[in-house]
């Protein structure tokens, strides 16, 4: 009876429809916004990278719509992916019948990031807190401090060009992404084989964006002023300028709901399905949160012992939501253009490692987390830029040079990490976990290193 109700409740879980959030479409755009989701888009200013020639509509656009303001989008949903700790309890107790009481089933406290398959026992409690530091520094393999962006002039509306509208700007920009997290757990057990868990992060994101432009000319009439430049009272040298936007946010990130139900209980080995779902209760418009539901069954085996070895392997299903939308207010006609919602980027994820009781009061823990995640936002080396037209060094200098850009295209990628920690009892059932989880390749939003603190209590 019992593994007949846990059947239907995982299955209810696990292929329950999302609920995609609504919404005005129009609730969201760029121009005028303080968003942290429009800090990159709004660092030249709400309407792009416009010159203050008042006889002269000098805006530069083309590949600010198309490589650069998206990329505000493509972090927020990079942030999506950041792993949490486990809310698997230290310790796990079953009922021993001829003793009448509980009893330990395991000799180590278990992962720190993965799920083992052992339950914590009816009617037992864990609660726990826990501390992370991303620290960005580079976004699939590009350095986030060295970031470029060329910037065409748009074409004239009707009529024929004019020669100094092939001049165009380039830009070196450098992006400051800080986040800590602070997450508590809750775990319960509601049976011997079932427990449910809670999970809620609070989430402190800042972000600064520094742009280096420089206009480079094409074109230059000693018997006319210059139409493009930076500031109004030196209109022949101001070629240079330096553009800043920065926020912050603190608040609730996306709550999760853990179900996990033990299939199979050997002796030495068991084997569990879980399935999570996560609430937008985050405000994803300030990368506080994804913007929708998403559910993530998966499957845990793990060995009891000494030496205890673990897999977890499932898939996270998401619903669409304005981080993997079009938030761009800003369409080369002066219209803001309507922040439209897209598919966040589902993705297949596993974690292979083992844990060991190193002694009765420390226990050591290794794993590797992989995700392969599915058409998402990518920020990529675009072709290099050379100007149809050289461009002028000095007076006597004509020459054409090439300039790197990024480029923002659609495409699967896999995300690989390691990670080292210990469980260390510090009394009673009190334990004091501390982790380091490191990059092991270059794609996605990624740090070399982020440490993780904790304390979580059994009762």
């Known amino acids: 009876m019992l593994r007949t109700l846990l059947f239907r409740i995982l299955l209810m879980f696990s292929v329950s429809p999302l609920l995609l959030a609504q919404g005005n479409p129009n609730a969201t755009n760029c121009t005028n916004s303080s968003k942290m989701m429009c800090i990159i888009p709004n660092v030249f200013g ?36 950041l792993p949490i700790a486990s809310p698997a309890s230290g310790f796990t107790y079953s009922f021993d019948q001829s003793t009448g009481v509980y009893a330990r089933t395991a000799q180590s406290f278990g992962p720190v990031l993965a799920e083992r398959a052992e339950t914590i026992g009816k009617g037992k409690f864990y609660v726990a807190l826990t501390y992370q530091y991303f620290s960005f520094d580079s976004l699939n393999g590009i350095e986030l401090d060295q970031i470029h962006s060329v910037f065409k002039h748009l074409p004239p509306a009707t009529g024929t060009p004019e020669t100094f509208q092939t001049d165009f700007i380039t830009t070196t920009n450098s992006i400051n992404l800080f986040v800590s997290q602070m997450t508590g757990f809750v775990t319960v057990g509601l049976s011997n084989r079932l427990d449910l868990s809670l999970a809620v992060p609070v989430n402190n994101v800042n972000l600064g964006v520094r742009s280096n432009a420089a206009i480079h000319r094409t074109f230059v009439d000693p018997t006319q002023s210059q139409p493009h430049y930076f500031d109004p009272s030196d209109p022949v040298s101001s070629t240079t300028h330096t553009f800043t936007n920065a926020g912050h946010a603190t608040g609730i990130w996306d709550i999760t709901a853990r179900l996990k139900g033990t299939l199979v209980r050997g002796a030495h080995a068991s084997l569990a399905l879980a399935t999570d779902l996560r609430f937008p209760s985050g405000d994803e418009r300030n990368f506080l949160g994804s913007g929708t539901f998403g559910v993530k069954p998966f499957l ?25 939308g079009d938030l761009v207010g800003y369409n080369g006609t002066d219209q803001p253009n309507r ?26 823990s290794f794993d590797l987390l992989g995700q392969h995640v599915f058409s998402a936002k990518e920020v990529v080396l675009a072709p290099s830029f050379t100007s149809a037209v ?59 290193v982020v440490p993780l603190v904790g304390l979580s209590y059994s009762f």
């Open 46 to 81: 709400p309407f792009g990278l416009t010159l203050p020639n008042p006889t002269h509509n000098a805006h530069f656009d083309s590949d600010f719509q198309a490589n650069f303001s998206p990329l505000g989008s493509a972090i927020g949903t990079a942030l999506t992916l």
């Open 300 to 324: 845990i085996a793990s060995v009891s012992g000494k030496w205890a070895p673990h897999v977890n392997i499932g898939y996270q299903i998401n619903g669409k939501s304005l981080l993997a």
């Open 339 to 364: 922040p439209l919602k897209g598919h966040l980027p589902n993705d297949l994820f596993y974690t292979v490692g083992i844990d060991t009781g190193a002694t009765k009061r420390l226990t050591l």
């Open 390 to 448: 050289p461009e002028i060094v000095t007076p006597n200098v004509v020459k054409q040079n090439s300039y790197p850009q990024i480029a923002i295209v659609t495409g699967s990628f896999n995300v690989v990490t390691g990670s080292a920690g210990f469980k260390a009892l510090l009394g009673g059932n009190l334990l004091l976990t501390a982790n380091l989880l490191f990059q092991l390749n270059n794609d996605g939003l990624r740090t070399r």
